[in-house]
């Protein structure tokens, strides 16, 4: 056994919840270990959509400015099918009056983390990289997770409390043994960066209303770069790591209907769409965040967002508590709002993505046909726009 780290929370995972929660230590005064298997952030662009919430955490921490700076603001949406414009949307100011940042910003993962771990370091703290929990061991005052390096040097961290932000294979949540109960959707999901030549300019997001699916292209730095996501037809049998990148290209091309040329692939992938979450996010002195307690599909671009707002009301809760500020029955109060939040934002997430993605004729008349006409005329509603 190596040397023994005293702190006062452990942080199991340096993604995006992980990271964003250490810097709201950092902004508390509360010490902390933040550990990752990985040797570095993320190199993929991964997540994508920032919410105006998550611009408002980003601004107590001073990093606002810099990530709209870096990103790309979805001024409009464009409703395609058939090939031509059926509506547009206007995005700019979709939450004006509501926040600081009345809009959806584009920011890949990567940059995101980068963020906020030149902020990690910039106030004289690390992530413990390549570098995985092995056990834990909860007790009456504190817990001991023990750790272990690629060296294959094994240490332990006694701290008072633990947050796994170890994303949905959590081995935090497997060792306190809860559940992580929902479903899968069958279909294979795929996602491409890339740059995108066609007739449209490059300030909107293009979703193109095909008869099976939907085919969205969000505008990301770089000139015509776009991430493009859509998928794959229910009767497609072949296993996620087997589609070739040919198949994803010639399925965009024919759900999109348009005539565009794709190049200069930077990264894709596929995948199935899972929506599941764990039926308590607190187990005595440990805590889960992110996709460690809640998966859901990629309908509005929550994943990312909601594990750093997790992050964000679980901060504030054990630094306070630390402090002497508050009893520590406040802590309970994080899972019943984390957790109501995450079933609420299940349900309407499966609802969207059944909308676009679904194959009865009913769903499919609804979204190529009158859907394209009436979103457009839906968001210049006050009450529809707060929502």
């Not at 019943?336 to 009865?360: C, M, P, V, W, Y």
Request: negative net charge.
């Amino acid at each position: 056994m190596g040397n023994t780290i005293k702190t006062e929370v452990a942080i199991i995972g340096a993604g995006p919840t992980g990271l964003s929660l250490a810097c709201q230590f950092i902004r508390y005064g509360v010490d902390f270990v933040i550990i990752d298997k990985k040797d570095d952030i993320t190199k993929f662009s991964k997540a994508l959509g920032v919410h105006a919430r998550t611009l408002e955490v980003f601004e107590q921490i001073e990093i606002a400015e810099k990530a709209v700076t870096q990103g790309t603001i979805a001024g409009k949406a464009r409703i395609l099918e058939g090939g031509e414009i059926r509506g547009e949307v206007d995005l700019s100011n979709v939450g004006k009056g509501l926040s600081a940042y009345p809009y959806m910003l584009v920011l890949e993962q990567s940059k995101n983390e980068r963020l906020l771990y030149d902020y990690v370091l910039e106030h004289g703290k690390d992530v413990l990289w390549q570098t995985e929990l092995e056990t834990l061991t909860q007790y009456e005052n504190g817990v001991t997770a023990t750790i272990k390096n690629t060296s294959g040097e094994i240490s332990a961290i006694e701290a008072k409390y633990l947050v796994g932000c170890d994303g949905a294979k959590s081995p935090v949540r497997h060792l306190l043994d809860l559940k992580f109960e929902g479903s899968t959707f069958e279909r294979i999901f795929y996602v491409a960066d890339a740059r995108v030549d066609w007739k449209f300019s490059h300030d909107a997001l293009q979703v193109c209303m095909a008869k099976h699916s939907v085919v969205a292209f969000f505008p990301m730095p770089g000139e015509n770069r776009y991430r493009i996501v859509g998928a794959f037809p229910e009767e497609f049998s072949k296993d996620e790591g087997d589609v070739l990148y040919e198949e994803i290209e010639r399925r965009i091309k024919e759900e999109a209907d348009l005539d565009l040329d794709i190049s200069q692939v930077n990264w894709f992938s596929t995948y199935k769409v899972h929506t599941r979450h764990t039926e308590n996010f607190r187990h005595g002195r440990c805590f889960l965040a992110g996709d460690s307690a809640h998966v859901h599909t990629p309908a509005g671009g929550q994943g990312m967002n909601t594990g750093i707002q997790d992050g964000y009301n679980l901060a504030w809760k054990l630094a306070f508590v630390l402090q002497g500020k508050a009893n520590e029955k406040i802590l309970e109060t994080y899972n019943s709002e984390r957790l109501e939040n995450a079933e609420n934002l299940l349900k309407t997430t499966d609802q969207i993505f059944n909308f676009a993605a679904g194959d009865a004729w009913f769903t499919n008349l609804i979204r190529t046909y009158v859907f394209p006409k009436i979103m457009g005329t839906a968001l210049k509603i006050e009450a529809i726009r707060k929502e």
